[in-house]
């Protein structure tokens, strides 16, 4: 089974640019995470979609950052105008709509230096 | 601040027991999981504990829970070299069925 795919891993621009991260989750996993993890940090809920629907973006920046999923599927999220604050690893992640463990299937992550 | 915390650091030898400790916030939590990031890499779940559990044993992992204080740890035994890694506590929140919250992450370097 093919795992969370994202692209690119690794992003370096110059702040006031913009920037787009892709995710692919696991076929068939009805509920995609974005966590944003800060050098030394844990990972941070940016933003979680069930299906196409938005459950919870209450830690989105919503200024600057905005994520879409409009298929059920793939998703993007797009940081537009960057600040240095912003770079961190972006993490998709993915688990199915069964609540069982709930267990999160992450990607490898997007690391993005904001200069 | 975060609400799961956890300790920042942890040296072992090879061959040794690790453990790993996790204080959590939501008494509601229904699940509590110990994830594994080797460097450059997303997080993998290493082993999860439902609430209702005091202990769970597998393999060389054993998570003890006391939920009344709040309090969750990770012992790893005969520590390998491949067991360098941060190690993430994490809880699901009840009423936001999904939603995890992640400690910093516990570092641990095993030496020879």
């Known amino acids: 089974e093919a795992g969370v795919a994202q692209s690119p891993r690794y992003k370096i621009i110059e702040k006031r640019q913009s920037v787009a991260f892709w995710c692919n989750p696991i076929?068939?996993?009805?509920?995609l995470y974005w966590y944003q993890q800060i050098l030394g940090q844990g990972p941070k809920l940016l933003i979680q979609f069930q299906n196409n629907g938005v459950v919870d973006d209450s830690q989105l920046p919503k200024d600057r950052f905005s994520a879409e999923r409009l298929k059920g599927v793939d998703s993007t999220l797009k940081i537009q105008p960057a600040k240095l604050e912003d770079s961190a690893v972006y993490l998709c992640a993915s688990s199915s709509a069964d609540r069982g463990t709930g267990e999160l299937f992450f990607g490898e992550g997007s690391r993005l230096t904001v200069l | 601040g975060e609400d799961v915390e956890q300790s920042l650091f942890l040296s072992v030898r090879e061959g040794d027991s690790s453990v790993i400790n996790c204080t959590y916030t939501?008494?509601?939590?229904?699940?509590l999981y110990w994830y594994k990031q080797e460097p450059g890499a997303g997080l993998q779940l290493l082993t999860y504990?439902?609430?209702?559990?005091d202990m769970k044993q597998d393999q060389r992992l054993t998570v003890l829970l006391n939920k009344k204080d709040k309090h969750l740890s990770l012992r790893i035994a005969d520590t390998q070299t491949g067991d360098s890694a941060i190690y993430f506590c994490a809880e699901s929140i009840t009423d936001s069925w999904g939603k995890f919250q992640f400690g910093a992450g516990t570092q641990v370097v095993v030496t020879p």
């Open positions: 939501d008494s509601s939590s229904t699940y």
């Open positions: 504990i439902f609430s209702n559990m």
């Open positions: 076929s068939g996993h009805a509920t």
